[in-house]
């Protein structure tokens, strides 16, 4: 199946800061999601992103599918952005393959 | 509101119990699917419905079973054959073609 890495695994952050994340990965794509899971483990969809680029508030993404890569960033980062950034993407239709993640610990 | 919901949040299962985990969904959605998440590791696709009558097993099904009687649910069996049950069960459901999924708040197995 496809491989799909996520960096950095983990980041420590004082509030106000800001910060990219990343996933690689190693086909062709026609379906790429982020998700925040919060510590109740719900996952919350933050972008729909197959190529292009979009902006939600403080965070943005992109997608070169060409390049085979996706971008998370996070602007003036807040305590409750704490918990674990995925990226998923799917070959054909909806079947997901997930990163391993990034962990954000935003402090005080 | 529409959504997707699981139920148990929580559940205990014996060694060499069957236990069925309940997902339902009121998006109007066609696909389903059950992803398993273990502690420090992303979601792999256990089992994934189409349409209703109909379903594809994903990379880790074995152990498991399921059904897709109605549209609107998509129940997965954690069999005894499941040598490592315990872990974290999300729930998700698409429309057809490439869209997002959304998933539901997940269920936690715990196997004592």
């Known amino acids: 199946g496809i491989q799909v890495e996520q960096s950095p695994p983990d980041l420590i952050l004082q509030e106000g800061a800001n910060s990219t994340l990343r996933c690689n990965f190693s086909?062709?794509?026609?379906?790429l999601q982020w998700f925040h899971q919060n510590p109740w483990g719900q996952l919350i969809n933050l972008f729909y992103?197959?190529?292009g680029t979009k902006q939600n508030g403080r965070l943005s993404a992109t997608t070169v599918a060409t390049e085979r890569y996706s971008l998370l960033y996070i602007s003036s980062s807040q305590t409750t952005d704490s918990g674990v950034y995925f990226c998923a993407v799917a070959i054909t239709g909806n079947q997901f393959y997930f990163g391993t993640g990034t962990s954000l610990t935003v402090i005080p | 509101d529409g959504g997707i919901t699981q139920s148990p949040k929580y559940l205990f299962r014996k060694e060499g119990q069957n236990v069925t985990l309940s997902c339902e969904q009121n998006l109007n959605h066609d696909a389903m699917y059950w992803y398993r998440q273990d502690p420090g590791q992303g979601l792999r696709l256990i089992y994934y419905?189409?349409?209703?009558?109909?379903?594809q097993k994903g990379d880790i099904a074995e152990g498991y079973s399921v059904s897709r009687e109605k549209k609107e649910s998509f129940p997965l069996t954690v069999t005894s054959a499941q040598k490592n049950p315990t872990a974290f069960y999300l729930c998700?459901?698409?429309?057809?073609?490439?869209?997002?999924?959304?998933f539901g708040q997940g269920t936690r197995l715990t196997v004592v």
């Open positions: 992103i197959p190529s």
């Open positions: 998700a459901s698409t429309r057809s073609g490439n869209t997002e999924a959304f």
């Open positions: 086909d062709s794509v026609n379906n």
């Open positions: 419905s189409q349409i209703v009558n109909d379903f």
